[in-house]
């Protein structure tokens, strides 16, 4: 078995969204009440929340862009300007949370407390770049995450794995000149974000670092694992990542209501050993998840018990 981190708040279940909508406060419960349930609790380390700074968020995104945040959620406007984002009273808050907790896990990573970890956060973060919250992120959890462990414990390449069923279009724009870092991404195409063509693979320093693999509509198992395997372990074995991060978005799992993958529990588990076992090879096993999407309550509950009992090995 091996020491794995969980970090949450339920303050985060304060971002608002308004009734119906599926990026819900509920989703924060629904994974928590399942880990509790299947007594998975009791063998994670929690690890403390804490909020970003705005020093750390601006490692991934423009002043300009945090002080619009901050403003329109001081005005009480419904939605944020720049994209289909909800926002209300807390959810400045809550996404600070989101990312300062990707940041205590990369934290407890690095101090060797923990050999990888889980972070259970919401508003998701994927599809928020630079300058733009979109697709109901605001700030981009796991960019941040990635820039930190790069500034305070000298990760010069970090790899991104995003198997959730849209494109991390925010990481890919963060990171497509960057060069420290590697950006692989599946996800179901033609589909919302409408980007992540395999013709998209990087710029200048980042040349051939972004690694998209579009899939139809339908795909599961065998082509998420086959894109897995084929395309991004040898990315791996060329770049040789000092740390490995995980957008874990289980709306590609089967049934979910915004998108068409086929995912099952399992192969959730599988996808994580494959990442596992390849962090074990180049960076000492270091791996944080941040959770993205999934919306089915009961998909995404059940989904990530499979992806935290294979970061734990209790298989
Ligand atoms: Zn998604």
Same mark, same amino acid.
């Given at each position: 078995?091996?020491?794995?981190?969980? /970090?949450?708040?339920?303050?985060?279940?304060?971002?608002?969204?308004?009734?119906?909508?599926?990026?819900?406060? #509920?989703?924060?419960?629904?994974?928590?009440?399942?880990?509790?349930?299947?007594?998975? +609790?009791?063998?994670?380390?929690?690890?403390?929340?804490?909020?970003?700074?705005?020093?750390? @968020?601006?490692?991934?995104?423009?002043?300009?862009?945090?002080?619009?945040?901050?403003?329109?959620? %001081?005005?009480?406007?419904?939605?944020?300007?720049?994209?289909?984002?909800? @926002?209300?009273?807390?959810?400045?808050?809550?996404?600070?949370?989101? *990312? $300062?907790?990707?940041?205590?896990?990369?934290?407890?990573?690095?101090?060797?407390?923990?050999?990888?970890?889980?972070?259970?956060?919401?508003?998701?973060?994927?599809?928020?770049?630079?300058?733009?919250?979109?697709?109901?992120?605001?700030?981009?959890?796991?960019? /941040?995450?990635?820039?930190? !462990?790069?500034?305070?414990?000298?990760?010069?390449?970090?790899? @991104?794995?995003?198997?959730?069923?849209?494109?991390?279009?925010?990481?890919?724009? @963060?990171?497509?000149?960057?060069?420290?870092?590697?950006?692989?991404?599946?996800?179901?195409?033609?589909?919302?974000?409408?980007?992540? *063509?395999?013709?998209?693979?990087?710029?200048?320093?980042?040349?051939?670092?972004?690694?998209? %693999?579009?899939?139809?509509?339908?795909?599961?198992?065998?082509?998420?694992?086959?894109?897995?395997?084929?395309?991004?372990?040898?990315?791996? *074995?060329?770049?040789?990542?000092?740390?490995?991060?995980?957008?874990?978005?289980?709306?590609?799992?089967?049934?979910?209501?915004?998108?068409?993958? #086929?995912?099952?529990?399992?192969?959730?588990?599988?996808?994580?050993?494959?990442?596992?076992?390849?962090?074990? +090879?180049?960076?000492?096993? %270091?791996? /944080?998840?941040?959770?993205?999407?999934?919306?089915?309550?009961? $998909?995404?509950?059940?989904?990530?018990?499979?992806?935290?009992? !294979?970061? *734990?090995?209790?298989?």
């Amino acid at each position: 078995m091996l020491k794995t981190g969980l /970090v949450t708040d339920p303050a985060m279940r304060l971002h608002h969204t308004g009734a119906g909508h599926p990026e819900q406060p #509920a989703r924060l419960s629904a994974v928590m009440d399942r880990l509790e349930l299947l007594g998975l +609790r009791d063998v994670l380390i929690d690890i403390s929340p804490r909020k970003a700074t705005e020093d750390e @968020i601006a490692l991934a995104h423009e002043r300009s862009y945090i002080s619009l945040v901050t403003a329109e959620v %001081r005005q009480h406007r419904a939605e944020l300007s720049t994209g289909d984002t909800i @926002i209300s009273e807390h959810s400045l808050d809550a996404a600070l949370l989101g *990312a $300062g907790c990707a940041l205590a896990a990369i934290d407890q990573v690095f101090s060797g407390a923990v050999n990888n970890a889980f972070c259970v956060v919401r508003p998701p973060g994927h599809h928020a770049s630079a300058a733009r919250g979109m697709g109901f992120c605001l700030f981009n959890n796991i960019a /941040v995450a990635a820039r930190y !462990a790069r500034t305070k414990f000298g990760a010069e390449r970090v790899a @991104i794995a995003d198997w959730d069923v849209h494109h991390g279009n925010g990481t890919q724009d @963060i990171f497509y000149e960057d060069g420290g870092v590697l950006f692989f991404s599946t996800h179901q195409s033609p589909w919302y974000p409408w980007t992540g *063509a395999a013709t998209e693979t990087g710029e200048g320093r980042g040349a051939g670092l972004t690694v998209n %693999r579009p899939l139809r509509a339908g795909a599961g198992r065998a082509e998420i694992m086959d894109a897995f395997r084929h395309a991004l372990l040898p990315k791996l *074995a060329d770049f040789r990542p000092d740390l490995l991060l995980i957008s874990a978005g289980f709306d590609s799992r089967m049934n979910d209501p915004l998108g068409q993958f #086929a995912l099952s529990d399992s192969d959730f588990g599988d996808l994580t050993l494959l990442l596992l076992e390849a962090a074990d +090879r180049y960076c000492g096993g %270091r791996v /944080v998840s941040t959770l993205e999407g999934g919306y089915s309550l009961s $998909g995404l509950a059940s989904a990530s018990a499979a992806h935290v009992r !294979a970061l *734990a090995q209790i298989l």
